[in-house]
């Protein structure tokens, strides 16, 4: 006797009421955002042990950092909107896209880090202490920020088809890791050899890798209505026209807020070093 086929389950973002659907998807959305603020905030405390110098440095290469960021949440926004978009119309589009420019955006980052942290520290101190460590520091962030764009764009992915937990979980492992390796890649710990600002950059890069992978796995395993596959990885001009029609506005908004920080800091710096460290603290807490 032949079985009828099951219908597929409808996505709860299609019919839970829209009260409930606020309740159960803004919880984990803002907790995930609160944690992926931790990483810098962590960076900085453990650094803080090290010296003022190593402080001023990351707090330097903060609004970096926080333009990286600006474009990973601002190409994640575009992403979330044309998903939702498209699964509310019953169209299960693949996701390939996302992974693409996630790919072509760490390639411009990755060469920013390799041929511009020198000049990007050289244009705002002369201390060669704090050069040689903040180089130390965003060269590895930059290079290695792969991490940093998978983990993002793949929780976006899972956030647009409702599945914040997940999301949610990713952020909390990733965070959890790194204040895990942050004492001891910088202070060399557990046989770990003592590596000051480069420990901390490379243990930011890690956590986020592994939240990549988490990433990934969860959106093959767990999320049937992304298509992941290496034939979606082939751009569209039309997706990635719609994705930036709506990202582009986010990422300048968070653009501004770099070079607002940017500025600040050559103003704070011609009265002291310590000035300038507290304000990159005091951002990233207020972040």
Do not use: W
């Not at 990433?215 to 997706?239: A, E, F, M, Q, T």
């Amino acid at each position: 006797m032949n079985q009828q086929p099951q219908p597929a389950q409808e996505n709860k973002m299609g019919v839970m009421p829209v009260h409930r659907l606020l309740l159960t998807m803004s919880g984990p959305m803002m907790l995930s955002m609160l944690i992926q603020a931790l990483y810098n905030v962590v960076d900085s405390m453990f650094v803080s042990y090290i010296s003022e110098a190593a402080l001023t440095a990351v707090s330097l290469a903060y609004p970096m950092q926080n333009l990286m960021i600006a474009v990973a949440t601002g190409t994640g926004v575009g992403i979330n909107a044309l998903l939702s978009r498209n699964l509310g119309e019953k169209n299960f589009v693949m996701a390939g896209n996302a992974i693409f420019l996630g790919l072509v955006i760490y390639c411009v980052f990755a060469l920013l880090g390799v041929f511009g942290s020198r000049l990007y520290f050289t244009a705002q101190v002369e201390d060669p202490e704090i050069i040689a460590l903040g180089c130390d520091y965003l060269s590895i962030i930059l290079v290695l920020s792969i991490g940093c764009f998978g983990q993002v764009l793949l929780s976006r992915l899972l956030q647009s088809t409702g599945k914040t937990f997940y999301s949610m979980v990713i952020q909390m492992v990733g965070a959890g890791l790194n204040i895990v390796l942050d004492p001891i890649m910088i202070f060399g710990l557990m046989g770990f050899p003592r590596m000051g600002v480069a420990g901390a950059a490379l243990a930011t890069v890690l956590s986020q890798m592994v939240g990549t992978g988490m990433g990934l796995y969860y959106n093959l395993r767990k999320n049937p209505d992304i298509r992941l596959s290496l034939s979606g990885l082939r751009p569209s001009k039309p997706v990635i026209a719609r994705i930036y029609g709506v990202g582009i506005p986010s990422i300048l908004l968070q653009t501004v807020s770099s070079l607002l920080i940017f500025g600040l800091n050559q103003i704070l710096v011609t009265f002291s070093e310590t000035a300038t460290a507290v304000y990159g603290v005091y951002f990233k807490l207020q972040g």
